[in-house]
């Protein structure tokens, strides 16, 4: 290590990289191994000699960003969430009509779990059985009730109370098994089809009293 202005070590350039940009590509890496291992059919489990493995680094490297697995892996769904909520709140956002926000919204969605069906398996599959993973994904259903509930009130007027809330709910839930069953093959839609049947649904929180 090197000393910056006398104050904070910093981590030496080699190679022409710097050592944080090291220290991130070697996290980045640790987590798409995370994520190949939890989208196996059997849920893999993840564990450190694995991981480590499959992103061709030695534990030295892991333990540099994770202080155990189950960081890893909360990090690994961390990233995932965080792509598809601001990708579908930018999307809802750049949208005119409400049907157009909705729609942007939705498309979003499929398209992070269509173009890396990984994250699809990880959101969804229920081969995946790390305790980490669900209670990640009750977190999950809380942010994007709330995503939702937000949304109908802005988009399409329904109103706001504990109604909305029971509704978002219930399309929340039904919204990740139609996801998660497209994304195991078992519901023969297109992309475009699967957004257009999740728009009407999540229109009909407008139709609320």
């Not at 305790?131 to 259903?141: F, L």
């Not at 007027?157 to 990740?176: D, E, K, N, R």
């Not at 998660?180 to 699967?194: M, S």
């Amino acid at each position: 290590m090197s000393q910056h202005n006398g104050s904070e070590p910093t981590l030496r350039a080699y190679g022409g990289e710097a050592g944080d940009a090291r220290v991130a590509r070697r996290r980045a890496a640790l987590i798409d191994a995370a994520l190949d291992m939890l989208a196996e059919a059997d849920g893999g489990a993840v564990t450190v000699r694995g991981v480590c493995a499959r992103a061709e680094l030695t534990p030295r490297y892991f333990y540099e960003s994770f202080p155990g697995v189950d960081d890893l892996v909360a990090a690994t769904y961390d990233r995932v969430i965080t792509e598809i909520a601001e990708k579908a709140q930018l999307a809802f956002a750049a949208g005119e009509a409400s049907q157009d926000k909705v729609r942007g919204a939705v498309d979003a969605v499929v398209e992070v779990i269509d173009s890396d069906r990984r994250a699809g398996r990880l959101l969804f599959a229920d081969t995946v059985r790390s305790p980490v993973v669900a209670r990640k994904r009750a977190e999950s259903v809380r942010l994007f009730v709330q995503l939702t509930t937000e949304s109908a009130v802005q988009a399409v007027g329904a109103p706001p109370g504990p109604v909305t809330t029971a509704a978002a709910y219930f399309q929340v839930g039904g919204l990740g098994r139609l996801l998660a069953a497209w994304t195991e093959g078992e519901v023969e839609v297109t992309r475009i089809q699967l957004v257009d049947v999740c728009v009407r649904l999540l229109l009909g929180l407008g139709s609320l009293p």
